[in-house]
């Protein structure tokens, strides 16, 4: 079927006038006058004109589109991203392209190849937890497309980035167990590939060092999701008569935690103290409300744009990749 699509030549026909009349009406030239600009402007409106985007932007050389790559959009920290990213960017006349890779590799790659397919000017990434290899991302940057890592950022590659210090994150919320009398913390943490898992475990680790307290490796759990949760069920129930803190990688992890020891008798946080990480709208629901490390998502995501449209905006500029690091807080509730 034959596109019923208006077109700039259609509206010249009808009106009875040049096809750069109606062009330059509808950018406001000053060399046409406002009789025909609202001729123009009150034909293109009534028969609901559109402009070509892919016409524009093979003139322009610039789509104004940027893509976006994250995990799960069900997570609240990347829906807070989104909103910071996408705020900035239609502020700045960008449209925003969002993609899922439901944290798998494979998925990832065809994301990227999707964005880069439509032209996009620009791609923000934040990995998925299968990533082991980037070759897709070096190949991306090599051919010249600018990319902006953040939260789960790719330490092989040099890019821009934008990351919570996450080694901080865990050092702070190990510590606060530590100066509330525990002694015996156990980590439910991320999976080891990924920066933000080694660095919160990390900082971990060293918090109970300095306190003087022995790190043991069967006390560090791989488990940072709800259905790992459930899956490790009852190692941790035959762990929890045996500890007093519990730092968990994420929130909703750390909420799956406290439901399954309030169901087995466990009192949080009189028993148990728990600490999670990102301050979601869920870490005030749960009760007692969660302990946890705030993340600044929004915050990210608008730094994000900003660090993309300083390259976009300076395509022959020589500049230096920069690596933006926000510092983590930690929110006092009732869970520790």
Do not use: W
């Not at 990213?85 to 994301?111: F, P, T, V």
């Not at 300095?210 to 949760?229: F, N, Y």
């Not at 730092?247 to 009189?270: K, M, W």
């Amino acid at each position: 079927m034959k596109s019923t699509q208006l077109t700039i030549k259609d509206i010249a026909k009808s009106l009875n006038v040049s096809i750069s009349t109606v062009s330059r009406a509808l950018k406001d030239h000053p060399d046409i006058s406002q009789e025909t600009k609202d001729l123009v402007r009150n034909y293109a409106e009534k028969f609901n004109y559109r402009p070509n985007v892919l016409a524009l932007s093979l003139r322009r050389q610039r789509s104004y589109s940027i893509g976006l790559i994250i995990p799960a959009i069900v997570h609240h920290f990347f829906s807070s991203v989104i909103s910071g990213i996408e705020e900035l960017a239609h502020k700045e006349g960008y449209n925003l392209i969002i993609c899922q890779s439901n944290e798998n590799q494979y998925r990832e790659m065809i994301n990227l190849q999707t964005l880069i397919d439509h032209r996009v000017d620009g791609i923000l990434v934040s990995l998925s937890k299968t990533t082991q290899t980037f070759e897709h991302f070096s190949e991306a940057l090599n051919s010249g497309m600018p990319l902006v890592f953040f939260d789960r950022v790719c330490e092989q590659l040099e890019a821009d980035k934008v990351i919570t210090d996450d080694y901080e994150g865990g050092r702070i919320a190990t510590e606060y167990l530590i100066n509330k009398g525990c002694k015996n913390i156990i980590h439910l943490a991320a999976p080891q590939n990924l920066v933000i898992g080694r660095e919160r475990r990390n900082g971990y680790c060293d918090a109970l060092r300095k306190a003087g307290i022995e790190v043991r490796e069967d006390r560090i759990l791989k488990c940072d999701t709800r259905e790992e949760v459930q899956t490790l069920r009852n190692h941790i129930l035959n762990l929890a008569p045996d500890i007093d803190g519990i730092f968990v990688v994420n929130d909703s992890t750390a909420i799956a935690v406290i439901q399954v020891l309030q169901q087995n008798g466990f009192r949080i946080p009189e028993d148990i103290s728990v600490i999670g990480y990102g301050d979601g709208p869920n870490a005030s629901i749960i009760k007692p409300e969660l302990t946890t490390v705030v993340q600044k998502g929004y915050e990210m995501g608008r730094e994000s744009v900003k660090l993309l449209l300083q390259r976009l905006n300076n395509p022959a500029a020589d500049i230096n990749y920069q690596t933006k690091v926000f510092k983590p807080t930690l929110k006092i509730r009732q869970s520790a």
